[in-house]
């Protein structure tokens, strides 16, 4: 099964002009995003962008880096520069309006580029979070403070973008958080301006509030979006949406190396089709809701911004494999760290944490009954996880 960079080798002698936009191509869009390019002038191609990328960094263009593992995305991300440079679909392709921000107060990033196809097509791109801890905090800090500064920030750039352009189509996307950002970005367009929007794709990016998605602006919104979750998906089902979704085949054993969007399969110009999340995922999914919804607005801060600190001081993990790969050890420094909060703090987390198990046996449990009673007395194994 393939990657975005064997759809390079396949489809990358193929111009826009022959075959339009389609969601790979979207996905690649969204992907360069995490790229600092630091402050290009505006209209620089794709293959001039690589060559000065990579000449800042002192490394060669011309050959593809190996990558470490399944969740070294920079280095994938850096790879798919590579070939785009050199492919006839990407190399002409001109980067304009990049924007980057920092809020130093809520340590979180924005970053923003226009990708020009052509002079009637263009997308939008925004950056998601990385693999990183920090990354994944960010993304779960949504579930309590609306909307984010990266969300602000989003629908300021589409708003200026709109207004000072004619492109007949606009296309609108990121990955993770940047998913967010894109829907987001549209539903704060006037009804006037988002009828210019052609597709929002939002790649593995968390929902919204409940508040948000029963807004006017949001149901109108929804029905141009395009969100595509792998079959673990984690990230891509925090919160809530409405959103029409595509489920995909990614390689990765679990929802965080599948998040990589460079780890999701290909064939042809499409996604390779899921029949469904898997169980797993439906799982984390009922039960991040429903631990969220008895969790009060005060305790969703202790818990995100203390866990953080937690994970960050007893593991010295940067990247969510750092955990993944080591998840006893991890789980027991994790434990010992705790331990060493005073009373307070301590007991905050605990009562979280127990809220947080209890409301995960019950959705199991759930489960289990449920597939006992379709068994119709069939003896049924279950692997004990």
């Given at each position: 099964?393939?990657?975005?960079?064997?759809?390079?080798?396949?489809?990358?002698?193929?111009?826009?002009?022959?075959?339009?936009?389609?969601?790979?191509?979207?996905?690649?869009?969204?992907?360069?995003?995490?790229?600092?390019?630091?402050?290009?002038?505006?209209?620089?191609?794709?293959?001039?962008?690589?060559?000065?990328?990579?000449?800042?960094?002192?490394?060669?263009?011309?050959?593809?880096?190996?990558?470490?593992?399944?969740?070294?995305?920079?280095?994938?991300?850096?790879?798919?520069?590579?070939?785009?440079?050199?492919?006839?679909?990407?190399?002409?392709?001109?980067?304009?309006?990049?924007?980057?921000?920092?809020?130093?107060?809520?340590?979180?990033?924005?970053?923003?580029?226009?990708?020009?196809?052509?002079?009637?097509?263009?997308f939008v791109a925004?950056?998601?979070?990385?693999?990183?801890i920090l990354g994944?905090?960010?993304?779960?800090?949504?579930?309590?403070?609306?909307?984010?500064?990266?969300?602000?920030?989003?629908?300021?750039?589409?708003?200026?973008?709109?207004?000072?352009?004619?492109?007949?189509?606009?296309?609108?996307?990121?990955?993770?958080?940047?998913?967010?950002?894109?829907?987001?970005?549209?539903?704060?367009?006037?009804?006037?301006?988002?009828?210019?929007?052609?597709?929002?794709?939002?790649?593995?990016?968390?929902?919204?509030?409940?508040?948000?998605?029963?807004?006017?602006?949001?149901?109108?919104?929804?029905?141009?979006?395009?969100?595509?979750?792998?079959?673990?998906?984690?990230?891509?089902?925090?919160?809530?949406?409405?959103?029409?979704?595509?489920?995909?085949?990614?390689?990765?054993?679990?929802?965080f190396i599948q998040?990589?969007?460079?780890?999701?399969?290909?064939?042809?110009?499409?996604?390779?089709?899921?029949?469904?999340?898997?169980?797993?995922?439906?799982?984390?999914?009922?039960?991040?809701?429903?631990?969220?919804?008895?969790?009060?607005?005060?305790?969703?801060?202790?818990?995100?911004?203390?866990?953080?600190?937690?994970?960050?001081?007893?593991?010295?993990?940067?990247?969510?494999?750092?955990?993944?790969?080591?998840?006893?050890?991890?789980?027991?420094?994790?434990?010992?760290?705790?331990?060493?909060?005073?009373?307070?703090?301590?007991?905050?987390?605990?009562?979280?944490?127990?809220?947080?198990?209890?409301?995960?046996?019950?959705?199991?449990?759930?489960?289990?009954?449920?597939?006992?009673?379709?068994?119709?007395?069939?003896?049924?194994?279950?692997?004990?996880?």
């Amino acid at each position: 099964m393939s990657s975005v960079l064997d759809y390079m080798t396949w489809r990358g002698d193929i111009t826009f002009q022959v075959d339009r936009l389609n969601e790979v191509d979207n996905l690649i869009f969204s992907m360069l995003s995490y790229l600092n390019f630091g402050a290009p002038k505006n209209g620089i191609s794709i293959k001039e962008l690589s060559r000065k990328y990579f000449a800042s960094k002192g490394m060669d263009d011309s050959k593809l880096q190996k990558e470490k593992s399944y969740s070294d995305m920079i280095v994938m991300v850096e790879n798919l520069l590579r070939k785009a440079a050199k492919s006839e679909r990407f190399k002409d392709i001109i980067l304009t309006e990049y924007i980057s921000k920092y809020d130093e107060i809520n340590q979180s990033q924005f970053c923003a580029m226009c990708f020009v196809i052509d002079e009637d097509n263009i997308f939008v791109a925004f950056r998601g979070t990385d693999d990183t801890i920090l990354g994944f905090k960010e993304d779960f800090n949504m579930s309590f403070s609306t909307p984010v500064f990266g969300q602000v920030e989003s629908a300021k750039y589409l708003k200026r973008i709109i207004e000072n352009n004619s492109y007949k189509n606009i296309y609108v996307g990121g990955h993770s958080k940047g998913g967010n950002f894109a829907v987001y970005s549209v539903v704060g367009l006037s009804t006037k301006d988002r009828k210019r929007i052609r597709c929002v794709f939002n790649n593995d990016g968390p929902g919204f509030s409940k508040e948000m998605i029963e807004s006017e602006a949001y149901q109108d919104t929804v029905k141009k979006v395009s969100k595509i979750l792998p079959v673990d998906s984690v990230v891509g089902i925090l919160m809530y949406d409405n959103e029409k979704y595509s489920v995909i085949e990614a390689i990765g054993n679990n929802g965080f190396i599948q998040h990589n969007g460079m780890n999701w399969r290909v064939v042809g110009k499409s996604f390779v089709r899921a029949k469904k999340l898997s169980d797993e995922s439906n799982r984390i999914d009922i039960t991040l809701k429903t631990w969220l919804e008895n969790l009060s607005h005060e305790e969703r801060v202790i818990f995100v911004d203390e866990f953080y600190e937690i994970i960050k001081n007893s593991t010295n993990a940067v990247r969510t494999g750092d955990i993944t790969n080591k998840k006893l050890k991890s789980a027991i420094k994790i434990i010992k760290e705790m331990s060493s909060l005073e009373p307070k703090r301590r007991d905050q987390l605990s009562s979280i944490f127990s809220l947080f198990l209890k409301t995960d046996f019950e959705m199991r449990t759930k489960k289990k009954k449920s597939i006992l009673l379709k068994s119709k007395g069939r003896k049924i194994r279950f692997d004990r996880k």
